[in-house]
């Protein structure tokens, strides 16, 4: 069956870096956007990072300059680059996946189970 597994989280001091990666795996047809969102401790979760499958972006006001989305097609993986890291990006990061697959031909979105990034001195 379908997964994605987020990985590259960790605890990193404020304007530090850490790149996260997200890799798709199972039976799948094709996949179109790959996200990032986040959630903060008594917040909702929100749309950090969007990337389409022919490369173009979507950031939050957030984290534009900061952050950076890619994607390896190849590899049915998504990244997240983080730069310039501030406490408030502290959150349990999850990637999702809009992907067409033999159960769900017409499209579906799929989550990770996430990675905790903590950025404190």
């Known amino acids: 069956q379908v997964q994605l597994v987020e990985s590259g989280g960790g605890l990193v001091q404020p304007g530090g870096s850490l790149r996260l990666s997200c890799a798709a795996s199972g039976s799948i047809f094709s996949i179109n956007a790959m996200d990032w969102y986040r959630q903060a401790p008594g917040k909702e979760r929100e749309l950090v990072a969007a990337i389409t499958s022919g490369g173009s972006t979507n950031y939050a006001d957030s984290v534009k300059g900061r952050f950076t989305v890619s994607r390896d097609n190849s590899k049915n993986t998504v990244y997240l680059q983080m730069n310039s890291l501030k406490p408030e990006d502290t959150a349990v990061y999850y990637c999702?996946?809009?992907?067409?697959?033999?159960?769900?031909?017409?499209?579906?979105?799929?989550w990770g189970k996430g990675t905790l990034v903590t950025v404190s001195s």
């Open positions: 999702n996946a809009d992907l067409r697959s033999p159960k769900n031909r017409y499209g579906m979105n799929y």
